[in-house]
C-alpha cells in the first residue's frame, strides 16, 4: 500500500513563494512517475506538472511554465513543487499522485494515477 502526504501550502500575496512536498511510503517510489495536480472550487481538478521516475524529464502545464518546477529526491522518498511568482488563479487545493504505469513517460490523464495524497491548500490574496 501506497500512502502520500502533502504539506507546504498556505497562504501568500501575489508574486509570492511556496513549496510543496509530498511524502510517499513504500520502497518502489522510485520506480514511479509522479504528478502534481490542482483543484479549485467548483472546478474539475486539472494537471499541474509531471516528473519521470528519474526526475530526468518533466511536464508543466502552460500557465505554470516558467514559475513552478517540479523535482524529486528518491533517496528521500520525496516530490517537490517550488511554485514562484504566485498568481490569485492559483489559489487551488494542491494533491500529489502517482502514474499507475512504473516508468511511464509521459503525464496521462488524471485517471492514469492510482494513489493520491490528501491535499493541501494554497492561497494567493491579491
Known amino acids: 500500500q501506497v500512502q502520500l502526504a502533502e504539506s507546504g501550502g498556505g497562504l501568500v500575496q501575489t508574486g509570492g513563494s511556496l513549496r510543496l512536498t509530498c511524502e510517499a511510503s513504500?520502497?518502489?517510489?522510485?520506480?514511479?512517475?509522479m504528478g502534481w495536480f490542482r483543484q479549485a472550487p467548483g472546478k474539475e481538478r486539472e494537471f499541474v506538472a509531471w516528473i519521470n521516475w528519474s526526475g530526468g524529464s518533466t511536464y508543466y502545464e502552460d500557465s505554470v511554465k516558467g514559475r513552478f518546477t517540479i523535482s524529486r529526491d528518491n533517496a528521500k522518498n520525496t516530490m517537490y513543487l517550488q511554485m514562484n511568482s504566485l498568481k490569485p488563479e492559483d489559489t487551488a487545493v494542491y494533491y500529489c499522485?502517482?502514474?499507475?504505469?512504473?516508468?511511464?513517460?509521459?503525464?496521462?490523464?488524471?485517471?492514469?494515477?492510482?494513489?493520491w495524497g490528501q491535499g493541501t491548500q494554497v492561497t494567493v490574496s491579491s
Open positions: 513504500g520502497r518502489t517510489f522510485s520506480n514511479y512517475a
Open positions: 499522485a502517482r502514474n499507475r504505469v512504473a516508468w511511464a513517460t509521459r503525464p496521462g490523464t488524471r485517471y492514469e494515477y492510482d494513489y
